[in-house]
């Protein structure tokens, strides 16, 4: 079989509404990463049903994340754009997985940790055994590099060390050890109303996060409600980092105008918040809105959307099905 040396592999849930972290921490990334590797997107539906999902919202969340990646700038043609249910060579390897992984290492996932708080009894068994089933989204592709935002690095060392077990127990080198890609100034994006929690689909507060579907007028909103401290600006990147609200904010403007946040801090220390607040968002309106309108446009035509997922699955079969065979003649299984 042969062995990919630069091939990525990243998936997104389509549990919500896409945000600004997202799209900072992971698909930006992913448009400017498809130029030098091989790269499989996926949407993880499988992912997403660890909790609830309403039916007719997923299928069309599903179809959103993909619009989402294709007016991001990721071209369709080029990469591989697929739906995980598609693929069920990721299921039966994520059961081989959950064979390999142990308990211990699994009880020590701290989003699993912070997601069912003290509702540990009552949360979904796919809950727990999530980053298994992450496992096989990458190694099932033989992927080398895996492009994500700074909260799956955990979920990252945990797939490392599946390969590596899984080499060691069958003396073989078939899977590779996958290196994490956390890339950009943003690689945790922080909610806008506290500083010290990250920006995710689940917090309550819709002003704490900025959606991909936001319209302009929404963003400016949002960004000059956005929670800073009585401050003016900070005058350089050491007293920034004291300052988790105005860190976020210098940092979610250095990542949308592709700069550094020291060059940020230069430009507006001293300053006071209303002036910054009304460029950021002039800046996140005018970089997100044109992606928001391509959105929308491929959400009205559901036939191209199908179309490109339905060749994304083939192609991704045709990856996945020789290394899923593999496997299986490795642990013994008789072959189909
Ligand atoms: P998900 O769907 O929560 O997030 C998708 C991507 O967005 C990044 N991200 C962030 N980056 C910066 N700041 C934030 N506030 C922020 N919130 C989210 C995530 O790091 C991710 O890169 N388990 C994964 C999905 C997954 C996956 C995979 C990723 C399933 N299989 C295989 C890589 C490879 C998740 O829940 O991402």
Not at 28 to 53: G, P, R
Request: proline content about 5%; glycine content about 4%.
């Amino acid at each position: 079989m042969e062995k990919p040396n630069k091939r990525i592999l990243s998936g997104v849930q389509p549990s919500g509404d896409l945000h600004l972290g997202n799209y900072l921490g992971a698909i930006k990334n992913f448009v400017s990463l498809q130029h030098e590797y091989e790269c499989f997107f996926c949407v993880v539906d499988l992912h997403a049903i660890t909790v609830w999902q309403d039916p007719a919202m997923l299928a069309q969340k599903t179809r959103e994340v993909t619009a989402a990646f294709i007016a991001s700038g990721i071209d369709p043609d080029k990469n591989t754009l697929f739906v995980q249910s598609q693929v069920p060579q990721h299921s039966q390897l994520a059961w081989i997985f959950s064979c390999i992984a142990r308990m211990g290492w699994l009880n020590r996932m701290t989003q699993f940790k912070d997601k069912a708080g003290k509702n540990s009894e009552n949360v979904s068994v796919g809950l727990y055994s999530y980053p298994t089933l992450m496992a096989a989204d990458i190694l099932i592709y033989l992927a080398t590099h895996v492009p994500v935002g700074e909260d799956q690095k955990q979920h990252l060392e945990l797939t490392r060390d599946i390969a590596q077990k899984f080499n060691n127990d069958f003396k073989n080198d078939l899977f590779p050890i996958p290196e994490p890609l956390i890339l950009g100034e943003a690689k945790r994006v922080m909610s806008l109303r506290d500083g010290t929690k990250k920006m995710s689909k689940s917090d309550p507060s819709d002003y704490s996060r900025i959606m991909l579907s936001d319209s302009k007028e929404n963003i400016i909103q949002k960004i000059k409600k956005a929670k800073t401290d009585p401050l003016p600006l900070p005058e350089n990147l050491e007293d920034a980092k004291k300052r988790p609200e105005a860190m976020n904010l210098l940092t979610i403007f250095a990542a949308l105008s592709n700069t550094d946040a020291e060059k940020v801090i230069l430009d507006y220390a001293g300053k006071d918040f209303s002036k910054f607040k009304n460029d950021l968002g002039d800046l996140a309106s005018s970089k997100l809105s044109p992606i928001s309108s391509e959105m929308s446009k491929l959400m009205n035509d559901k036939n191209f959307l199908d179309s490109i997922i339905n060749s994304g699955k083939e192609k991704a079969i045709s990856v996945a099905d020789p290394v899923l065979k593999k496997v299986n003649e490795i642990i013994g299984f008789l072959s189909r």
